[in-house]
């Protein structure tokens, strides 16, 4: 157990909704990593918090968007979806903000789009 | 595109062999990690080679790095079953670098 927590473990859902996936670092973690894993495209980095400010943003679509709340959790919202966004969602969290240190996988989100 | 690439792709041995895997970069390193996924999981870290080491060990993997190459090395000595497993190589791709930087991974299968 990595410690990290997300929700939910599955999701199913159909194009043009709107889905809110949920992040909880491990206890003390200020940075959090949000990445997407496809077949096709591997693992992708979408975005990075750190202490509720975003610090480095990836290969992000406009339809995407996270934030980090005050308790350092952090929700990532991915809307108008397309069958292309069928991925696994991945969360990371580690204890400084850049990464001279491990980071910590949550299980992943498995999105399907119908 | 990606920073690191890893090579083989697709790597299947018996257990008890050593497995080898390569991992190329592009960009100047602080450090190269290098992680696990078993199918459909997250990933776990392995072990955290910085720019200034060039060999590391962690029970049966060895880890180079060559930053004249821009590439390293996961070796995993002595391989069982439970090995089988998707390996990644990341990197930070810099200076002042806030992402980690994901291979394409190794699938590596350890046949009984």
């Known amino acids: 157990d990595s410690g990290v927590t997300q929700t939910p473990k599955h999701l199913i859902t159909a194009t043009g909704q709107r889905v809110t996936l949920r992040c909880s670092p491990r206890?003390?973690?200020?940075?959090v990593y949000w990445y997407q894993q496809s077949l096709d495209q591997g693992l992708q980095f979408l975005i990075q918090?750190?202490?509720?400010?975003?610090?480095a943003k990836g290969n992000i679509l406009e339809r995407f968007s996270a934030q980090q709340f005050p308790d350092l959790h952090s929700e990532l919202n991915l809307s108008s979806l397309e069958l292309g966004d069928s991925a696994l969602y991945f969360c990371a969290s580690s204890a400084r903000q850049g990464l001279a240190t491990e980071a910590f996988f949550g299980q992943g989100t498995r999105l399907t789009v119908v | 595109s990606q920073q690191g690439e890893e090579d083989p792709q697709a790597l299947s041995i018996q257990e008890g062999e050593n497995a080898t895997m390569n991992c190329s970069y592009k960009?100047?390193?602080?450090?190269l990690q290098w992680y696990r996924q078993n199918s459909g999981r997250g990933l776990v870290h392995l072990i955290l080679i910085r720019s200034n080491e060039r060999e590391k060990h962690s029970g049966r993997l060895r880890v180079t790095l060559d930053t004249s190459k821009k590439s390293s090395s996961l070796l995993i000595t002595a391989s069982r079953a439970a090995d089988t497993a998707s390996y990644f190589c990341a990197t930070d791709a810099g200076q002042g670098a806030q992402k980690l930087v994901f291979g394409q991974g190794t699938r590596l299968t350890i046949n009984p």
């Open positions: 206890s003390g973690d200020l940075s």
């Open positions: 960009t100047s390193i602080n450090n």
């Open positions: 918090y750190y202490n509720g400010e975003e610090r």
